[in-house]
Protein backbone atom coordinates (compact mmCIF):
# COMPACT_ATOMS: atom_id res chain seq x y z
CA UNK A 1 0.00 0.00 0.00
CA UNK A 2 1.37 3.43 -0.82
CA UNK A 3 1.88 6.28 1.29
CA UNK A 4 -1.29 7.86 0.23
CA UNK A 5 -3.17 4.52 0.64
CA UNK A 6 -2.03 4.78 4.50
CA UNK A 7 -3.09 8.22 5.63
CA UNK A 8 -6.83 7.90 3.44
CA UNK A 9 -7.12 4.72 5.03
CA UNK A 10 -5.86 6.13 8.90
CA UNK A 11 -8.20 9.27 7.99
CA UNK A 12 -11.12 7.43 7.59
CA UNK A 13 -10.31 4.94 10.52
CA UNK A 14 -9.55 8.43 12.78
CA UNK A 15 -13.11 9.82 11.60
CA UNK A 16 -15.21 6.99 11.91
CA UNK A 17 -13.98 4.82 14.50
CA UNK A 18 -11.92 7.07 17.21
CA UNK A 19 -15.11 8.03 19.01
CA UNK A 20 -16.56 4.34 19.43
CA UNK A 21 -12.52 3.25 20.13
CA UNK A 22 -13.25 6.04 23.27
CA UNK A 23 -16.02 4.89 24.65
CA UNK A 24 -14.77 1.61 24.35
CA UNK A 25 -11.71 2.37 26.58
CA UNK A 26 -14.18 4.22 28.60
CA UNK A 27 -16.27 1.76 29.50
CA UNK A 28 -13.38 -0.04 31.01
CA UNK A 29 -11.01 3.14 32.39
CA UNK A 30 -14.41 4.94 33.97
CA UNK A 31 -11.52 7.80 32.79
CA UNK A 32 -12.44 10.05 29.84
CA UNK A 33 -9.14 11.80 29.57
CA UNK A 34 -7.82 8.12 30.14
CA UNK A 35 -9.74 6.71 27.62
CA UNK A 36 -8.38 9.12 25.11
CA UNK A 37 -4.95 8.95 25.91
CA UNK A 38 -5.32 4.97 25.60
CA UNK A 39 -7.09 5.44 22.13
CA UNK A 40 -4.63 7.89 21.13
CA UNK A 41 -1.50 5.51 21.60
CA UNK A 42 -3.11 2.83 20.48
CA UNK A 43 -3.87 4.76 16.93
CA UNK A 44 -0.27 5.95 16.91
CA UNK A 45 1.24 2.26 17.21
CA UNK A 46 -0.52 1.48 14.29
CA UNK A 47 0.65 4.57 12.29
CA UNK A 48 4.25 3.90 13.30
CA UNK A 49 3.83 0.22 12.56
CA UNK A 50 1.76 -0.02 9.87
CA UNK A 51 4.43 -0.78 7.39
CA UNK A 52 4.98 -4.43 9.28
CA UNK A 53 1.35 -4.83 9.64
CA UNK A 54 0.50 -5.01 5.74
CA UNK A 55 -0.84 -8.76 6.16
CA UNK A 56 -3.75 -7.43 8.64
CA UNK A 57 -7.04 -7.63 7.26
CA UNK A 58 -9.26 -5.93 9.09
CA UNK A 59 -7.24 -2.97 10.79
CA UNK A 60 -10.17 -1.10 12.87
CA UNK A 61 -10.45 -4.38 14.54
CA UNK A 62 -6.81 -4.39 15.20
CA UNK A 63 -6.73 -1.16 16.26
CA UNK A 64 -9.78 -2.08 18.84
CA UNK A 65 -7.39 -4.97 20.20
CA UNK A 66 -4.88 -2.71 20.56
CA UNK A 67 -6.75 -0.21 22.54
CA UNK A 68 -8.13 -3.58 24.81
CA UNK A 69 -4.10 -4.70 25.70
CA UNK A 70 -3.70 -0.84 26.10
CA UNK A 71 -6.79 -1.01 28.46
CA UNK A 72 -5.30 -3.95 30.40
CA UNK A 73 -1.93 -2.57 31.12
CA UNK A 74 -3.41 0.50 32.52
CA UNK A 75 -6.11 -1.26 34.69
CA UNK A 76 -3.05 -3.76 36.13
CA UNK A 77 -0.92 -1.00 36.61
CA UNK A 78 -3.95 0.55 38.47
CA UNK A 79 -4.51 -2.34 40.46
CA UNK A 80 -0.53 -2.63 41.41
CA UNK A 81 -0.94 0.88 42.26
CA UNK A 82 -4.16 0.35 44.73
CA UNK A 83 -2.09 -2.83 46.20
CA UNK A 84 0.55 -0.44 47.06
CA UNK A 85 -1.80 2.36 48.38
CA UNK A 86 -3.53 -0.25 50.35
CA UNK A 87 0.05 -2.03 52.04
CA UNK A 88 1.14 1.70 52.96
CA UNK A 89 -2.33 2.85 54.78
CA UNK A 90 -2.44 -1.26 55.89
CA UNK A 91 0.94 -0.31 58.03
CA UNK A 92 0.25 2.79 59.12
CA UNK A 93 -2.91 2.06 60.32
CA UNK A 94 -0.61 -1.24 61.86
CA UNK A 95 1.98 1.16 63.62
CA UNK A 96 -0.94 3.32 64.50
CA UNK A 97 -2.48 0.84 65.99
CA UNK A 98 0.47 -0.37 67.79
CA UNK A 99 1.17 2.95 69.10
CA UNK A 100 -2.55 2.90 70.45
CA UNK A 101 -1.76 -0.40 72.24
CA UNK A 102 1.53 0.64 73.84
CA UNK A 103 -0.04 3.50 75.82
CA UNK A 104 -3.35 1.83 76.42
CA UNK A 105 -0.73 -1.02 78.46
CA UNK A 106 0.98 1.47 79.67
CA UNK A 107 1.21 1.92 83.34
CA UNK A 108 2.79 5.04 84.52
CA UNK A 109 3.11 3.72 87.98
CA UNK A 110 5.54 0.96 86.51
CA UNK A 111 7.50 3.38 84.84
CA UNK A 112 8.96 4.54 88.49
CA UNK A 113 8.78 1.13 89.90
CA UNK A 114 12.21 0.01 91.92
CA UNK A 115 13.13 -2.41 89.02
CA UNK A 116 13.41 1.12 86.79
CA UNK A 117 15.08 2.97 89.13
CA UNK A 118 17.48 0.18 89.40
CA UNK A 119 17.83 -0.01 85.75
CA UNK A 120 18.55 3.73 85.57
CA UNK A 121 21.23 3.74 88.27
CA UNK A 122 23.46 0.42 86.53
CA UNK A 123 23.08 2.44 83.18
CA UNK A 124 24.45 5.47 84.81
CA UNK A 125 26.87 3.80 86.50
CA UNK A 126 28.48 2.05 83.48
CA UNK A 127 28.96 5.94 82.26
CA UNK A 128 31.69 8.19 82.43
CA UNK A 129 31.59 9.90 85.97
CA UNK A 130 31.44 13.17 84.48
CA UNK A 131 28.90 12.31 82.13
CA UNK A 132 26.73 10.41 84.96
CA UNK A 133 27.31 13.24 87.01
CA UNK A 134 26.28 16.31 84.91
CA UNK A 135 23.09 13.92 83.87
CA UNK A 136 22.05 14.03 87.92
CA UNK A 137 22.38 17.42 88.00
CA UNK A 138 20.41 17.93 85.34
CA UNK A 139 17.49 15.28 85.70
CA UNK A 140 17.41 14.83 88.95
CA UNK A 141 18.68 18.32 90.81
CA UNK A 142 16.56 20.24 88.01
CA UNK A 143 20.16 22.25 87.34
CA UNK A 144 19.97 24.04 83.74
CA UNK A 145 22.45 23.58 81.13
CA UNK A 146 23.90 27.34 81.83
CA UNK A 147 24.05 26.55 85.70
CA UNK A 148 25.99 22.84 85.20
CA UNK A 149 28.14 24.52 82.81
CA UNK A 150 28.99 27.35 85.21
CA UNK A 151 29.58 24.89 87.85
CA UNK A 152 31.77 22.42 86.35
CA UNK A 153 33.65 25.14 84.41
CA UNK A 154 32.38 23.53 80.75
CA UNK A 155 31.15 25.03 78.34
CA UNK A 156 27.35 24.87 77.46
CA UNK A 157 27.77 22.50 74.53
CA UNK A 158 30.11 20.10 77.17
CA UNK A 159 27.34 19.60 78.87
CA UNK A 160 24.55 19.27 76.27
CA UNK A 161 27.45 16.42 74.94
CA UNK A 162 27.46 14.65 78.15
CA UNK A 163 23.77 14.39 78.60
CA UNK A 164 23.06 13.34 75.16
CA UNK A 165 25.83 10.44 75.54
CA UNK A 166 23.25 9.63 79.25
CA UNK A 167 20.57 9.30 77.58
CA UNK A 168 21.93 7.51 74.03
CA UNK A 169 22.96 4.86 77.28
CA UNK A 170 19.98 4.70 79.10
CA UNK A 171 17.74 4.46 75.56
CA UNK A 172 19.75 1.48 74.03
CA UNK A 173 20.03 -0.22 78.23
CA UNK A 174 16.22 0.19 78.69
CA UNK A 175 15.16 -0.22 75.16
CA UNK A 176 13.28 -3.34 75.88
CA UNK A 177 11.77 -2.72 78.88
CA UNK A 178 9.15 0.13 77.83
CA UNK A 179 9.36 2.63 75.07
CA UNK A 180 7.53 5.53 76.80
CA UNK A 181 10.08 5.10 79.82
CA UNK A 182 12.48 7.84 78.39
CA UNK A 183 10.13 9.72 76.87
CA UNK A 184 7.98 10.29 80.26
CA UNK A 185 11.90 10.39 81.76
CA UNK A 186 12.37 13.25 79.07
CA UNK A 187 9.12 14.81 79.76
CA UNK A 188 8.72 14.76 84.16
CA UNK A 189 13.11 16.34 83.76
CA UNK A 190 13.41 18.34 80.73
Known amino acids: MDEKAYIKLFNYIFMNHRERYIRFAYSYTYNHETAEDLVAESLMYYWENRDRLEDVKDIPLYILIIIKNKCLDHLQRERTWNNIAENLLSNKEWELQMRISSLEA ?3 EALFSAEVQELIKKT ?3 LPEKSSRIFMMSRYEGKSYQTIARETSLSVKSVEFHISKALTALRKDLKDYLPALL ?8
Open 183 to 190: SVFDFFYN
Open 106 to 108: CEP
Open 124 to 126: LDK
